[in-house]
């Protein structure tokens, strides 16, 4: 097919920092890297910030637009809106609060233009654990009015819907990466994401307090920056768990993270369908988790790891010693994540899926 009858893909995304690259960020990279190969579509990414995500998606040969340079969001809005008006746009797909906001500002400044472009959102999940978060949300939920199709990643998160007609429920998947398993003297347990309350650090440091209290060669490596990331500190050394835990800080590529990790904790007030689980399955690791949101989903419990109720620290570190003391266990729960992700958490599935949900608005 002729590039001239390509459709055009826009995606909306705005990484949580300058520096920081999450979940939804991650999930474009992995869709747009598979998008590119289709025939008929032409993906295009705009970011808000984050040059490191910048160089990753134009690694693919994707071309991305970055605000880096912008002073506010609305200098950035009058960005997009130059960058794309030399593109046919069929359609623009958002991911995220802001992604949204910035979408209808940009329709604003070019109704007439915009107005034929269809608008698919992607809802990775609404944190509601502030105030300031909670009228966000609600903010948010007047914008999926203007939505042709709308997608979340958590099954569960369907009944917030309103129009069920053009709702779609497509989990995350992931685009396997290589690595290679290290050999440790010390057993090493993994948190892997962003340095946010909702993702309750200071637990992973209270199960990391308990364990070591009765075994002192194990390792846990805390892989992330955020907010948190001073409070967690303090409370390393507050607990003098120095020799212990290790703030790896942020890490770009995933087979840095877990050639070196052979449980992951993830104990998480709230979450959608969280990559790292996923990304952990299928390098074959165990995992211990909070069953909330639609981990359930992803963990498979007492077959690909552990699921625990939310702040139960006692329930999690007691998973973490059977994984710690017993070998092959770790391995069998593994081999199983390895299976489960291959047959149902592949990018590749996710992404035909997505496929779908344009071809029925095109």
Same mark, same amino acid.
């Given at each position: 097919?002729?590039?001239?009858?390509?459709?055009?893909?826009?995606?909306?995304?705005?990484?949580?920092?300058?520096?920081?690259?999450?979940?939804?960020?991650?999930?474009?990279?992995?869709?747009?890297?598979?998008?590119?190969?289709?025939?008929?579509?032409?993906?295009?990414?705009?970011?808000?910030?984050?040059?490191?995500?910048?160089?990753?998606?134009?690694?693919?040969?994707?071309?991305?637009?970055?605000?880096?340079?912008?002073?506010?969001?609305?200098?950035?809005?009058?960005?997009?809106?130059? $960058?794309?008006?030399?593109?046919?746009?069929?359609?623009?797909? @958002? !991911? &995220?609060?802001?992604? +949204?906001?910035?979408? %209808?500002? /940009?329709?604003?400044?070019?109704? $007439?233009?915009?107005?034929?472009?269809?608008?698919?959102?992607? @809802? !990775? &999940?609404?944190?509601? +654990?502030?105030?300031? %978060?909670? /009228?966000?949300?609600?903010?948010?939920?007047?914008?999926?009015?203007?939505?042709?199709?709308?997608?979340?990643?958590?099954?569960?998160?369907?009944?917030?819907?309103?129009?069920?007609?053009?709702?779609?429920?497509?989990?995350?998947?992931?685009?396997?990466?290589?690595?290679?398993?290290?050999?440790?003297?010390?057993l090493r347990i993994g948190f892997v994401g962003r340095l946010s309350k909702e993702k309750r650090p200071d637990v992973f440091i209270e199960v990391a307090r308990k364990i070591i209290a009765k075994?002192?060669?194990?390792?846990?490596?805390?892989?992330?920056?955020?907010?948190?990331?001073?409070?967690?500190?303090?409370?390393?050394?507050?607990?003098?768990?120095?020799?212990?835990?290790?703030?790896?800080?942020?890490?770009?590529?995933?087979?840095?993270?877990?050639?070196?990790?052979?449980?992951?904790?993830?104990?998480?007030?709230?979450?959608?369908?969280?990559?790292?689980?996923?990304?952990?399955?299928?390098?074959?690791?165990?995992?211990?988790?909070?069953?909330?949101?639609?981990?359930?989903?992803?963990?498979?419990?007492?077959?690909?790891?552990?699921?625990?109720?939310?702040?139960?620290?006692?329930g999690l570190t007691k998973c973490i010693f059977n994984l710690i003391e017993d070998d092959s266990l770790r391995k069998k729960m593994g081999e199983n994540g390895i299976k489960h992700f291959i047959?149902?958490?592949?990018?590749?599935?996710?992404?035909?899926?997505?496929?779908?949900?344009?071809?029925?608005?095109?």
């Amino acid at each position: 097919m002729s590039e001239l009858n390509k459709k055009y893909i826009v995606h909306i995304v705005q990484p949580v920092s300058t520096t920081t690259i999450g979940g939804a960020d991650m999930h474009v990279l992995d869709l747009v890297s598979l998008q590119k190969d289709r025939d008929d579509i032409i993906p295009i990414v705009c970011i808000r910030w984050n040059k490191t995500l910048k160089i990753r998606i134009e690694s693919l040969g994707v071309v991305c637009f970055c605000g880096e340079e912008c002073q506010n969001s609305l200098e950035y809005v009058l960005f997009l809106n130059e $960058k794309l008006r030399e593109y046919n746009i069929s359609i623009v797909h @958002s !991911h &995220g609060y802001d992604a +949204n906001f910035q979408y %209808l500002a /940009l329709r604003l400044l070019a109704i $007439k233009r915009m107005s034929k472009v269809k608008f698919v959102i992607t @809802s !990775h &999940g609404w944190i509601e +654990n502030t105030f300031a %978060l909670k /009228l966000k949300t609600r903010l948010d939920f007047l914008t999926h009015s203007f939505a042709d199709s709308h997608i979340v990643c958590a099954q569960n998160n369907l009944t917030r819907l309103r129009d069920h007609s053009i709702n779609y429920y497509i989990p995350n998947g992931i685009v396997p990466f290589t690595y290679e398993k290290k050999y440790n003297e010390r057993l090493r347990i993994g948190f892997v994401g962003r340095l946010s309350k909702e993702k309750r650090p200071d637990v992973f440091i209270e199960v990391a307090r308990k364990i070591i209290a009765k075994n002192k060669n194990i390792m846990f490596n805390i892989y992330g920056e955020g907010d948190e990331i001073e409070s967690i500190n303090n409370l390393i050394k507050l607990y003098n768990l120095e020799q212990n835990v290790c703030l790896m800080g942020q890490k770009v590529n995933r087979s840095d993270i877990f050639s070196n990790i052979e449980i992951l904790l993830l104990p998480s007030d709230t979450e959608s369908t969280p990559r790292v689980l996923i990304e952990a399955l299928s390098c074959g690791i165990p995992v211990v988790a909070t069953n909330v949101g639609d981990v359930s989903h992803i963990v498979i419990n007492n077959e690909t790891g552990f699921l625990v109720n939310k702040r139960d620290v006692e329930g999690l570190t007691k998973c973490i010693f059977n994984l710690i003391e017993d070998d092959s266990l770790r391995k069998k729960m593994g081999e199983n994540g390895i299976k489960h992700f291959i047959e149902n958490l592949s990018a590749l599935r996710m992404e035909q899926q997505v496929y779908n949900v344009y071809i029925n608005l095109l």
